[in-house]
């Protein structure tokens, strides 16, 4: 026999003491008996040290109990929130196999990196604070102990620790026992390393590894994340889909906890309670662990006969009051990013991107508002931008009005017709970036910050940006990929000159996002009925979208609109964004503004009491629509 490193050997050795073992019957125990009996929490981890018990947890005993060698399932799915303790099922399962069910383990995290991480702070922790499992591995400190960080073994078995991103840790041995922690964030495809060629999926390479073991079990938990990428949903939805159901306090009707069941009084919600979905009684957060305790799964699929399927949402947590929840409700509510981590770690649901389906633009255009940018503005505005963009024979341009938590308004499209190479064109773009606009609280407001797009006459785009900087006149480039929507310092043009990379694919997703808002509020788009805002303007500005694509093992979001569609719309909006995200990287704040003209407001209201009646300002409801007289294009009237 040829030499071989020593860990491949000591791995080698495990592998063959487990398959001799694996012959013997299983013991009766389950893995929540199990942990009951023995596992013990460390004092530095564990919120609650101690004695593990199930009964804290008591949805986690039927999960465990399925991946227990006396199951008749061999594989279990669990689609969870954060921080509800599938982690410790992955745990409580290795201490089981440890102790009593020993034989060629492995444990995939999505990287090497948080496998190295995991080992050390949660597999050690286990070992150590469980005493029958700390007299089965030997310290790591002991020379020749077969124990490093990513292997350990134990009579009869072995325990590789390993990162979906390695092919190599992937391959190492056969399995009998495959945990799979946060599959969700598994890459696409794994790697060889240096060359970085692509083996395929993760999950499978894995799962081929137990393929050798009738007896195998195996175990997926995950946050979800997107939707039709996520792996723990289809995994989810191929088994038998069981979802936990507990008691009402008041009727005793067994019922699933969803978000809709969460009510609150009026800015109120930390007096948040649950309303049961039969005789609709309060459910205080008091009532919630004897509810858990006689909870009960119940499967409602079908599923493959081989899968039993687990999904919970943040509700169910012990740890969780309602009224916690309803807060973080609200805080996410104000941006799709905040809003997809709460729908993944709170509600365990996959999140719709917004790019992924299209937005209709017939729908944006019948939801167009009564406003006129020549006449007192909308109420919520607080500042203003532009977007320019550039073409061979136009200037295409959108001036935004911006409120509260980054709700907009549209406040003109103008199309400026000319050469670029002429001056006539570039003093028409100068003399639309100086209008100013009336605020209902008496100021003028001039256009803060806009960005014009170099795409290609960038001299004369620098030049006249440049010459303009005190008003905050950019020059900036569009770049696809992943960077933010401002950069943090400014790139160079050929000639030396200071140019700004936009990262339209981030604003593109914001406005994605809240383009789907149908109320106005937090990140709403308001459009005015005028004939710039006609059909062909909303094609334009939902003209993308956006589609995953794997390439070297990542996902990329790549955003592809139909050959010959034309953008300039959505090009302009983005270019508005970046102007605005231009002043909050200097430290400006939207709401902030907010604040003082409303009290700016409030005191002009104050005093013009009795002017109101000969002047009424624009109705800021929706609602309350004013009759409309037909709009004069007012930047024409300006620009003859
Ligand atoms: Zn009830």
Not at 142 to 168: H, M, Q, W, Y
Not at 622 to 628: E, M, S, Y
Request: one cysteine or more; hydrophobic letters at 40%; charged letters at 25%.
């Amino acid at each position: 026999m040829q030499s071989m490193p020593s860990d491949q050997h000591a791995i080698l050795v495990g592998v063959r003491n487990a398959l001799t073992t694996a012959l013997r019957p299983d013991p009766e125990l389950t893995i929540s008996q199990w942990s009951d009996q023995y596992r013990v929490l460390s004092r530095v981890s564990a919120g609650e040290p101690g004695r593990w018990r199930t009964l804290r947890t008591p949805f986690l005993r039927e999960i465990m109990d399925c991946l227990s060698p006396s199951s008749p399932y061999s594989r279990v799915v669990f689609m969870k929130p954060a921080q509800i303790g599938g982690s410790e099922v992955l745990l409580n399962m290795l201490g089981y196999i440890i102790h009593y069910a020993p034989g060629p383990t492995m444990l995939v995290e999505p990287t090497v990196e948080l496998a190295k991480r995991f080992s050390r702070q949660r597999i050690a922790s286990l070992i150590e604070n469980t005493s029958v499992l700390a007299q089965r591995v030997s310290d790591p400190r002991e020379r020749d102990s077969g124990n490093t960080i990513l292997a350990k073994e134990f009579p009869a078995g072995v325990l590789v620790v390993t990162g979906a991103n390695s092919s190599v840790g992937l391959r190492s041995m056969p399995a009998r026992f495959l945990l799979m922690d946060e599959v969700d964030a598994y890459p696409p495809s794994a790697s060889t390393g240096a060359a970085g060629t692509e083996e395929g999926d993760p999950v499978d390479l894995a799962i081929r590894r137990t393929g050798t073991f009738a007896n195998r079990q195996i175990a997926m938990i995950s946050t979800p994340t997107i939707a039709e990428v996520s792996r723990i949903e289809q995994a989810y939805l191929e088994s038998d889909q069981r979802k936990y159901y507990v008691p009402c306090p008041h009727c005793c009707a067994f019922q699933i906890l969803r978000w809709s069941g969460v009510k609150w009084p009026d800015r109120k919600p930390g007096a948040a309670l649950y309303e049961c979905e039969r005789c609709h009684g309060p459910i205080a957060d008091h009532h919630k662990p004897a509810m858990l305790a006689r909870g009960e799964w119940r499967a409602e699929a079908a599923g493959d006969g081989d899968t039993a399927g687990f999904w919970l949402n943040g509700l169910y947590s012990p740890w969780t009051m309602w009224g916690q929840l309803a807060k973080d409700f609200l805080r996410a509510r104000k941006s799709p990013e905040r809003m997809q981590t709460f729908t993944n770690t709170v509600l365990a649901e996959t999140f719709q991107q917004a790019g992924a389906t299209k937005t209709d633009a017939s729908e944006l255009l019948a939801r167009r508002e009564p406003y006129r940018a020549d006449e007192i503005l909308p109420v919520g505005i607080v500042l203003i931008t532009a977007g320019a963009d550039l073409q061979a024979d136009r200037i295409e341009l959108e001036i935004v009005g911006w409120g509260r938590d980054e709700e907009s308004w549209s406040l003109a499209y103008v199309v400026l017709p000319g050469d670029p190479a002429q001056r006539e064109l570039w003093d028409m773009l100068d003399q639309t970036l100086l209008l100013t606009f009336e605020h209902p609280c008496g100021r003028e407001l001039k256009i803060a910050a806009a960005c014009v797009d170099s795409g290609f006459h960038q001299p004369t785009v620098q030049q006249f940006c440049n010459e303009r900087a005190h008003r905050r006149v950019y020059p900036i480039k569009g770049m696809a990929g992943q960077r933010p929507i401002w950069p943090r310092m400014h790139g160079h043009s050929a000639d030396r000159r200071p140019l700004w990379m936009v990262g339209v694919d981030a604003a593109k997703e914001a406005l994605y996002a809240r383009l789907k808002i149908s109320e106005p509020g937090p990140g709403f788009c308001h459009f005015p009925i005028t004939d710039q805002y006609d059909l062909g303007y909303f094609e334009q500005l939902t003209a993308e979208t956006c589609r995953v694509r794997y390439s070297k093992g990542f996902a990329h979001r790549e955003w592809t609109k139909k050959a010959g569609a034309r953008n300039e719309a959505l090009d302009a909006r983005n270019y508005a964004y970046a102007a605005l995200q231009s002043l909050v990287a200097g430290g400006f704040r939207l709401n902030k503004q907010a604040q003082q003209l409303e009290a700016m407001l409030a005191a002009k209201a104050a005093g013009d009491d009795v002017q109101r009646q000969q002047a009424p300002q624009p109705a800021r409801d929706r609602g309350g629509r004013q009759p409309w007289i037909e709009p004069q294009h007012w930047f024409n009237r300006r620009s003859e």
